[in-house]
């Protein structure tokens, strides 16, 4: 089975990361285990995904902890 290309987008206004497996809309996902689900209908076991590992997801705007388009608190 070939490697599927998996792309999480930065949060949009309301928290929400539009989700694109294989040049396909997979939904917009408020958080890890809505990617999960996504990943799982494409056809992929959920005991298998790591969100963090590199390789199967390209997180822009931010990894699987970021669920927010304001930028962090200044320190």
Do not use: K, N, Q, T
């Not at 949060?11 to 285990?33: Q, W």
Request: proline share 12%; glycine share 14%; hydrophobic share 35%.
């Amino acid at each position: 089975m070939a490697e599927l290309r998996v792309i999480v987008y930065p949060p949009d206004e309301d928290g929400g990361r539009r989700v694109r497996c294989d040049g396909e809309i997979l939904g917009r996902a408020f958080g890890p285990g809505d990617v999960i689900e996504f990943l799982r209908r494409a056809g992929l076991d959920p005991d298998d995904v790591d969100l963090p590992a590199p390789g199967l997801i390209e997180w822009r705007g931010g990894g699987p902890a970021v669920w927010s388009s304001e930028a962090p608190p200044e320190r």
